[in-house]
């Protein structure tokens, strides 16, 4: 009797010892599932933020986007169209400000769209013929927007500052003549960004596929720094210290005429007398 009971004894103890190891086994595994679970919610919510942040970003940028898109389009396409059905409207000024308003909607049409996109992306997808025709066009549109409010200033500090001697040649044929030097000339200086634009592939660690930037590929750095100090002269210096000299002549000429207007008729005789 006291061999089966001793027998039954240790039979009872081995089961309540692989009771207890399998329920510390069920209770470890339980752990390490629970904890894998939590580490994973904790790096997709993580993840899931930056997305949400990432998105609400991308979402802000296309609305302005779009907002600047819409403005330039509808607000030069009225300037358009509203001059060119209006024969009585096709002053010197005006044919100007048209050339003006078609070189800002190209820009808005070629720059806004192709910028976001890329922006969004952070890869150039319209291919090598798109990358060499983009920047060209939006080079060339800025090129003519600038040049063309020079021709404004000095259409219009020869109208106020030397009007009869700008009569004979302040005419429309003359203003299309000069519309059509600055489409040429633009369209000429800004070759070297069409012919040597190129696309180049873009490290993205842990992505199999491949982005592409669109840049320009000089021969050297001399020749690259070179053209970008002649478009800042030729974009942004010159064009600036022209139209200020010009709208400094005209503010002068316009300040003298008022202030001859407002002496009453003794002091214009006696100025008069005086000269």
């Known amino acids: 009797m006291e061999l089966f009971e001793v027998s039954d004894t240790l039979e009872y103890s081995v089961i309540l010892m692989n009771t207890s190891l399998s329920q510390t086994e069920t209770l470890e595994h339980v752990n390490e599932s629970l904890s894998l679970e939590d580490i994973n919610n904790i790096s997709n919510s993580s993840h899931l933020t930056t997305q949400i942040s990432l998105s609400t970003a991308d979402m802000t940028k296309m609305v302005f986007y779009l907002l600047i898109f819409i403005l330039a389009v509808l607000g030069n396409a009225l300037v358009i169209v509203t001059l060119a059905q209006n024969k009585m409207m096709r002053t010197v000024t005006n044919v100007f400000l048209m050339n003006l308003a078609i070189s800002d909607l190209l820009l808005g049409v070629f720059c806004m769209p192709f910028t976001l996109v890329g922006s969004l992306l952070r890869n150039f ?18 090129s003519v927007s600038v040049w063309t409010l020079v021709s404004i200033s000095l259409e219009r500090f020869f109208a106020i500052c030397r009007p009869f001697r700008s009569r004979q040649w302040q005419t429309i044929s003359h203003s299309y003549k000069v519309i059509m030097c600055i489409w040429m000339i633009s369209l000429l200086t800004m070759l070297p960004i069409a012919l040597l634009s190129r696309l180049f592939p873009t490290r993205t660690p ?28 030729f974009l942004l210096v010159v064009p600036l210290v022209a139209m200020s000299l010009t709208y400094t002549c005209i503010i002068n000429t316009l300040y003298r005429g008022v202030k001859f207007g407002e002496l009453n008729p003794g002091e214009l005789r ?3 007398a005086s000269q």
């Not at 990358?131 to 080079?139: E, F, G, M, N, S």
């Not at 001399?222 to 478009?231: K, Q």
Request: proline letters at 4%; hydrophobic letters at 35%; aromatic letters at 14%.
């Open 206 to 233: 842990g992505k199999c596929k491949k982005k592409y930037k669109c840049r320009e590929k000089w021969p050297n750095m001399t020749s690259e720094r070179a053209f970008n100090l002649y478009l800042d002269a």
């Open 270 to 272: 006696s100025r008069y």
């Open 125 to 142: 997808i319209f291919g090598d013929v798109m990358c060499r025709l983009i920047p060209y066009l939006q080079a060339v549109t800025v």
